[in-house]
């Protein structure tokens, strides 16, 4: 008789920055929580305390990092950061807001917009490439944490990658799944 192993993934949106607040492009730049997200994060901390976690991921990036330490600090175990887990690359979007973006790059933003595998940010980073990255980390997580539950801080394009990839959605309804900040959601992966 085969056992059904299963790796538990809970996927953390870290919380808000003045940049999102903006309705800013912050792609992979290192924008710090605002104080209303540092008030998410510690919320977070608390709802998550129901889990058992056996390990906790992190983005390199400020902002998830911050969020990742009030989960670490309450569940007093450690922070692993993980550069694939950083956000995609918005090349020359990343600091302007969405609708300078539209405006300055509007053929390729549309196109973004409709379907983001066929286009990536001008001089950023493809859907394809962030997804190799982070389905790559995420299988060998899943085969070095079997029947753990691993808690990841990551963002909202690596965290709809992650959930896309293991419900076979399609990338090209990508923005459709987009997590919200300050948000966790549970993934539950056969191993078996």
Request: hydrophobic share 35%.
């Given at each position: 008789?085969?056992?059904?192993?299963?790796?538990?993934?809970i996927?953390?949106?870290?919380?808000?920055?003045?940049?999102?607040?903006?309705?800013?492009?912050?792609?992979?730049?290192?924008?710090?929580?605002?104080?209303?997200?540092?008030?998410?994060?510690a919320?977070?901390?608390?709802?998550?305390?129901?889990?058992?976690?056996?390990?906790?991921?992190?983005?390199p990036?400020?902002?998830?990092?911050?969020?990742?330490?009030?989960?670490?600090?309450?569940?007093?175990?450690?922070?692993?950061?993980?550069?694939?887990?950083?956000?995609?690359n918005?090349?020359?979007?990343?600091g302007?807001?969405?609708?300078?973006?539209?405006?300055?790059?509007?053929?390729?933003?549309?196109?973004?917009?409709?379907?983001?595998?066929a286009?990536?940010?001008?001089?950023?980073?493809?859907?394809?490439?962030?997804?190799?990255?982070v389905?790559?980390?995420?299988?060998?997580?899943?085969?070095?944490?079997?029947?753990?539950?691993?808690?990841?801080?990551?963002h909202?394009?690596?965290?709809?990658?992650?959930?896309?990839?293991?419900?076979?959605l399609?990338?090209?309804?990508?923005?459709?799944?987009?997590?919200?900040?300050?948000?966790?959601?549970?993934?539950?992966?056969?191993?078996?």
């Open positions: 008789m085969c056992e059904n192993i299963m790796t538990r993934f996927l953390v949106m870290p919380g808000e920055t003045d940049w999102s607040k903006e309705d800013r492009i912050k792609g992979c730049l290192d924008i710090p929580l605002n104080d209303r997200g540092i008030k998410q994060a919320g977070l901390a608390q709802q998550l305390d129901q889990y058992e976690i056996d390990v906790l991921y992190s983005s990036l400020s902002r998830s990092y911050e969020t990742a330490g009030m989960i670490a600090d309450l569940k007093e175990i450690k922070i692993k950061k993980n550069k694939d887990f950083q956000e995609l918005q090349g020359l979007w990343q302007l807001l969405v609708t300078e973006a539209r405006k300055r790059y509007k053929k390729v933003y549309t196109l973004w917009e409709e379907s983001p595998l286009v990536a940010p001008p001089q950023g980073e493809s859907i394809a490439d962030i997804k190799n990255r389905v790559r980390v995420i299988n060998k997580l899943t085969s070095k944490h079997r029947n753990e539950t691993i808690c990841i801080v990551g909202k394009v690596v965290n709809a990658i992650i959930k896309s990839h293991y419900l076979k399609d990338l090209n309804k990508l923005w459709q799944i987009l997590p919200d900040e300050g948000t966790w959601e549970v993934l539950d992966i056969s191993n078996g």
